[in-house]
C-alpha cells in the first residue's frame, strides 16, 4: 500500500481508525451561512454592571481560547443576562453567533453531546450523511467548520462539564459562553474556562426590576410593601418577574395585598407560580433537585428540616448522620448545583425560596420516621456542643443536672473562652431556630434543655430578645413534661431577664413561684440563688426593707452551704443597697469582701463588675481619683472579657463621676458609649444617645 496521500491541510479533519488504509473525512467545501440565533432581546433588564464588566474583559483577552462560564441558581437570570450582553457585542462577531439550549434542567430532558452537536452542525449548513457521524467525527467537522471564524456561541442550561467539551470550537477567534446551575468545575480545571458566578439582585435592583416590569406609579406609592415584596422573592429575578406578572395581569390587586399573600410561607411558592408552570419557582427548583444524586437530594431534603439561617459542617454532619468528610462532599454537590451557598468556610446557606422549596422535599420525599430523627440528631448535637463550649465560657455558673439524650455527632473542642464565645456568636440565631424547632416538633425535652445550656451565654451576651423568647419556649415544654425542677429553673432565669426589661411586677411573680419550686424539689443552692435574685428585685424596685429581709436569708443560706461564690453575689446586691441609702462604709465593707472571693475564684467577669461598683461607692466618698482608677480598671477587663452590660455599666458611673468631677465633654461620650451598648442588647435605660 502506498503512504502517499493528496489533498491540502485545510480540508484534512480526522484519521480514523487505521485497518489496512487510511480513510479521511473532508470537510464540506460549501459557503457556510451567517446564523444570527440570538433569542428575542431582553426587555425590561436590570443592569447587572459587575458582571458585564467581567464580561468584557473576559472578550477582550487576546489569543485564548477559553471558554466564558456563568454560574448560578436557576432564576437567578443567567439566560437572560447572557442575552443582553450577546447583543451589545454581537457586532464583533461578523461570522453570526449560535444559541442552544442544552436543556440541561428540563423536564423534556437534556441534550447529550452528539445532540447539540447536531443541531450545531445544521445550523452552521451541514445536512445527509456527514450528520450521521459518530460524536467525535462530528466534533471534529464542528471544529474545523468554526476554524478561523469570528463568532460568538452560547451554550445555555449546560449539565455537565461532558455535554459541553464537545461543543468548544477550539479556535481563539471564537467565543463560547456557557450557562449553567452546575460549577463545572472539570470544565474550569481543564480547559481553564474563566467562571464568572452570577448572584441574585441587590435589594435596590430588585426594586428597579419591579418598577421596570409592573409601573413605577404602582410600586413607588408603596415603597415599604415594595421593598418587603422584594424580600419576599429573595431577590431572585425569576420571582420578581413573576410577582410583576401577577399585579400587571390584577389591575386591582396592590402591592401589600401581594405581600401579605407570600407572608405565608408554606403558601408562597404557590404565590410564585404562572399559567406555564415550567417557569414557576417550585418547577425551576426541581429540575436541579431531580439531578442530584440520591444521597445528595436526601441531605438537600434534611437540610430543609432546620429553619435555622445557616448551618456548620458538624451540625449538617449530625443532622444527616454521616462522617465529617462524606458530608462535605455532598455539601459540595449543593453548591455546585448552586442549590447551597457556602458563604463563608464550611458554613452553608439556602437560599430564602430555596429554603421553602427544600422543606417541601423534606415532607413530601422523606418519610417521617427519618425526619423526626434527623431533627433529634441535629437538637441532641446542639445541645451537647452547647453545653461543652459554654462550660468553657461561664465555668463558675452552677447548673441543674440534666438527663441528657444521646449526643449526636461529633462536638468540637473549645481550647478557651474566647473560642466558646466566638462559637456562640456565630450560631446565635442557629441557637434560637433549634429551640424554636423543639417547639414546633413537640421535643420538649430539647426545647428547656437548649435554654438552660444556654444560660451562661446570656448572662455574658445579655440578648435579651433571644433569653426570654428561648425561656418562653423552655417554660411550656417543662410544664408539657411536668418537670417542677425545669419549671423552677426557667422562671428564675426568666426574672433576670424581666428585672433588665423592667416588667418587675411578673418577675416578682414568677420568683415566687420559683421559691415554692424549689423549696419543695430542690436544690438547696439553687433555692438560695432564686432568693437573692428576689432581694435584688426588691431593691430594684425600692423596697428597701424586704430586700434586705430576703437578702439577709439569701446570705444565711450561701454561707451554711459553704456556697462562697453565692456569698459574694449577694454581698454585692447588699452593697448596692447600702450605697443607695448611703450606708457607703458598710457598702465598700462588703465589696472588699466580695473582690476577695472573686479573685480567690479567678472569676474575672465579676471582679470586674466589682471593680466598678467600688468605683461608684469610692466617688461617692469623695475620692475621686481611686474611684477613677477602678472605674478605669473595671472598663479595661469588662471589655477584654467581651461582657457587654458591665462595659456598659462601668461607663454609665464613670460618666457620672466625670460629670461629677466638671469633666462635661468626657462625661458626654462615656454616657453616650453606654447608651449604645445598652441599646445594642435591648436593655432599657435613661441615657441620652
Known amino acids: 500500500m502506498s503512504n502517499d496521500f493528496t489533498g491540502s491541510a485545510t480540508n484534512v479533519v480526522q484519521a480514523e481508525h487505521i485497518s489496512g488504509g487510511v480513510h479521511f473525512h473532508q470537510a464540506p467545501e460549501r459557503d457556510l451561512p451567517v446564523p444570527r440565533q440570538l433569542p428575542p432581546r431582553i426587555t425590561h433588564f436590570t443592569n447587572r454592571v459587575g458582571i458585564q464588566t467581567q464580561l468584557n474583559s473576559w472578550l477582550d483577552e487576546t489569543g485564548d481560547d477559553r471558554a ?133 439582585l441587590s435589594p435596590e435592583h430588585a426594586i428597579e426590576l419591579l418598577r421596570s416590569t409592573t409601573g413605577a406609579d404602582r410600586i413607588d406609592v408603596e415603597p415599604e410593601a415594595a421593598a418587603e415584596l422584594a424580600r419576599y422573592c429573595g431577590h431572585l429575578p425569576l420571582a420578581l418577574r413573576i410577582a410583576a406578572e401577577r399585579l400587571v395581569a390584577e389591575a386591582h390587586l396592590g402591592v401589600a395585598e401581594l405581600v401579605e399573600e407570600l407572608a405565608d410561607e408554606r403558601a408562597r411558592l404557590d404565590a410564585l407560580s404562572t399559567e406555564d408552570e415550567s417557569n414557576a419557582v417550585r418547577a425551576v427548583l426541581s429540575w436541579s433537585y431531580r439531578n442530584l444524586p440520591a444521597e445528595s437530594a436526601r441531605l438537600f431534603r434534611l437540610l430543609g428540616l432546620t429553619g435555622a439561617p ?101 462536638v468540637p473542642d473549645f481550647p478557651d473562652r474566647p473560642s466558646a464565645l466566638r462559637w456562640y456568636d456565630e450560631e446565635r440565631e442557629n441557637l434560637l431556630a433549634a429551640v424554636r424547632l423543639a417547639a414546633d416538633r413537640g421535643e420538649h425535652l430539647h426545647a428547656w434543655q437548649l435554654p438552660t445550656s444556654l444560660f451562661g451565654f446570656l448572662l455574658v451576651r445579655w440578648p435579651l430578645a433571644d433569653w426570654m423568647e428561648t425561656h418562653r419556649i423552655g417554660l411550656a415544654a417543662a410544664r408539657e413534661l411536668d418537670d417542677p425542677q425545669a419549671e423552677a429553673w426557667m422562671l428564675t432565669c426568666t426574672a433576670i431577664a424581666r428585672r433588665s426589661l423592667r416588667d418587675n411586677e411578673t418577675a416578682l411573680a414568677e420568683l415566687q413561684r420559683a421559691i415554692e419550686l424549689w423549696q419543695r424539689t430542690g436544690p438547696a443552692w439553687a433555692h438560695a440563688w432564686a432568693l437573692r435574685d428576689l432581694g435584688e428585685l426588691h431593691f430594684k424596685m425600692g423596697r428597701d426593707a424586704e430586700a434586705d429581709e430576703v437578702l439577709e436569708r439569701a446570705l444565711a443560706a450561701h454561707v451554711e452551704l459553704g456556697d462562697d461564690y453565692g456569698e459574694a453575689t449577694t454581698l454585692a446586691v447588699l452593697a448596692k443597697a447600702e450605697h443607695r441609702l448611703g450606708q457607703h462604709d458598710e457598702a465598700l465593707r462588703h465589696l472588699q469582701r466580695t473582690l476577695e472571693l472573686r479573685r480567690a475564684h479567678d472569676d474575672s467577669r465579676n471582679e470586674a463588675s466589682c471593680l466598678h461598683h467600688i468605683g461608684r461607692v469610692l466617688g461617692a466618698l469623695g475620692r475621686t481619683d481611686e474611684a477613677h482608677e477602678h472605674l478605669e480598671r473595671a472598663l479595661e477587663l469588662h471589655r477584654r472579657l467581651e461582657f457587654g452590660l458591665g462595659e456598659a455599666e462601668a461607663r454609665e458611673f464613670l460618666g457620672e463621676l466625670l460629670q461629677a468631677s466638671g469633666r462635661s465633654d468626657e462625661a458626654r461620650e462615656q454616657l453616650r458609649l453606654a447608651a449604645q451598648r445598652y441599646d445594642e442588647m435591648g436593655v432599657p435605660h435613661e441615657l441620652a444617645g
Open 68 to 200: 466564558g462560564l456563568i454560574t448560578g441558581s436557576g432564576g437567578v437570570g443567567k439566560s437572560s443576562l447572557t442575552t443582553y450582553w450577546a447583543y451589545r457585542v454581537r457586532e464583533r462577531f461578523p461570522d453570526g453567533d449560535l444559541f442552544l439550549d442544552l436543556r440541561g434542567y428540563h423536564d423534556r430532558g437534556r441534550l447529550s453531546a452528539d445532540e447539540a452537536l447536531e443541531q450545531l452542525l445544521r445550523s452552521l449548513g451541514v445536512t445527509g450523511e456527514d450528520l450521521a457521524l459518530d460524536t467525535e467525527a462530528k466534533a471534529a467537522l464542528y471544529r474545523s467548520l468554526l476554524h478561523g471564524r469570528r463568532m460568538l456561541i452560547v451554550l445555555d442550561n449546560a449539565v455537565t462539564a461532558e455535554q459541553v467539551r464537545p461543543l468548544l470550537p477550539g479556535s481563539p477567534t471564537c467565543r463560547v459562553l456557557v450557562t449553567s446551575r452546575n460549577l463545572l468545575a472539570s470544565l474550569t480545571a481543564r480547559e481553564g474556562a474563566h467562571r464568572m458566578p452570577l448572584d441574585v
Open 310 to 410: 445557616d448551618i456548620g459542617l458538624e451540625a449538617a454532619a449530625a443532622l444527616a448522620d454521616l462522617p465529617r468528610a462524606k458530608t462535605r462532599r455532598l455539601l459540595s454537590d449543593l453548591t455546585g448545583a448552586h442549590l447551597l451557598d457556602e458563604h463563608r468556610a464550611r458554613r452553608y446557606r439556602f437560599h430564602d425560596l430555596t429554603a421553602l422549596y427544600a422543606s417541601e422535599c423534606a415532607e413530601h420525599d422523606e418519610p417521617a420516621e427519618e425526619r423526626d430523627a434527623a431533627v433529634r440528631r441535629l437538637l441532641s448535637w446542639y445541645l451537647h456542643t452547647t453545653i461543652t463550649a459554654s462550660w468553657r465560657a461561664a465555668p463558675e455558673f452552677s447548673r441543674i443536672p440534666m438527663r441528657t439524650p444521646e449526643q449526636a455527632g461529633e
